[in-house]
Nanobody, 121 residues
Framework: QVQLVDSGGDYVQAGGSLRLSCRAS????????AGWFRQAPGKERIFVAA????????YYADFAKGRFTISKDNAKNTAFLQMNSLKPDDTAVYYC??????????????WGQGTQVTVSS
């Protein structure tokens, strides 16, 4: 079992930056791939970024490429999502997820509670 706690969401102006954190407890994060998803009001939850168990490979949705960076500190049991050049369209609740492999993240058993990101124009 893994428990995930998301944090770092905030209200920020367009062009600003935020760093989201996902702290895991119960089992070490080194046993899991991690991912970030987001859900805007009235829309489905969508993939944002993912990182494999070792942290060597990362994957991004097209809208996140060049602006967002996912990372993972296995020693601290924490995954991060650095978001730069934020746009109003990035406004959403962001959720982290953990699974044994990156492809399994879309059906992950472990999810954080979500953290709200609001970007004003």
């Amino acid at each position: 079992q893994v428990q995930l706690v998301d944090s770092g969401g905030d209200y920020v102006q367009a062009g600003g930056s935020l760093r989201l954190s996902c702290r895991a407890s119960g089992r070490t994060f080194s046993n899991y791939a991690a991912g970030w998803f987001r859900q805007a009001p009235g829309k489905e939850r969508i993939f944002v970024a993912a990182i494999d168990l070792s942290g060597d490979s990362t994957y991004y949705a097209d809208f996140a490429k060049g602006r967002f960076t996912i990372s993972k500190d296995n020693a601290k049991n924490t995954a991060f999502l650095q978001m730069n050049s934020l746009k109003p369209d990035d406004t959403a609740v962001y959720y982290c997820a953990a699974a044994e492999t990156v492809p399994d993240l879309t059906v992950a058993d472990y999810w954080g509670q979500g953290t709200q990101v609001t970007v004003s124009s």
